[in-house]
């Protein structure tokens, strides 16, 4: 059984879009944007670069869910969303992807779509493995948020070159001090 779940684009366009919007070093521009959508099997052909504000203030939006100290603190800023996004599912066979799920209105225009694409598969990774799988990355001086998508689901940075600094600073001070 073939089942839509956390893995999707939905939760990596998330990712993605915080740290293009919300860290000093982030790309929101127009371009940034497109690929992010492409990237994740968005109809990027379909982003209209008036739009842009829109994903930006999404992604606004989206960083207190990763920062969330807690499950129920998580639970919170996803329900005030989905108060706020009109989700109409459907059942839909385009483009030779086979039958799928869709969030959006089918009238819905792109922002829309990828607003609750990108809140659903959140909230349904939430609902099969609570917030341990995301969160803001443990490096120092680093603002960049993740999501695990892997099988044993224990990452703590955004990225491995984080994970590397990080892990050859505290080797390196081991190294430095002295030992009893």
């Not at 100290?69 to 059942?91: C, E, G, W």
Request: with cysteine; aromatic share 8%.
């Amino acid at each position: 059984m073939k089942i839509t779940g956390y893995r999707s684009h939905g939760v990596a366009a998330a990712v993605a879009l915080v740290n293009a919007v919300t860290v000093p070093e982030g790309d929101a521009g127009p371009d940034a944007l497109r690929r992010i959508l492409r990237v994740n099997g968005f109809v990027w052909q379909d982003f209209d670069p008036a739009t842009a504000d829109e994903y930006r203030a999404w992604g606004r939006e989206l960083r207190p869910f990763f920062e969330a100290p807690d499950l129920p603190s998580a639970v919170a800023v996803l329900n005030a969303l989905l108060d706020r996004t009109p989700t109409n599912p459907h059942l839909s066979d385009h483009d030779g992807l086979g039958l799928h799920l869709h969030h959006a209105p089918p009238s819905a225009k792109l922002p829309l779509r990828f607003r609750s694409t990108t809140l659903m598969h959140l909230s349904e990774l939430v609902c099969s493995y609570g917030i341990g799988r995301t969160g803001v990355c443990a490096a120092p001086d680093c603002l960049r948020v993740y999501a695990d998508t892997s099988r044993a689901g224990r990452r703590r940075f955004c990225s491995e070159t984080c994970a590397n600094r990080t892990n050859v600073a505290a080797y390196r001070a081991r190294r430095r001090s002295p030992t009893p």
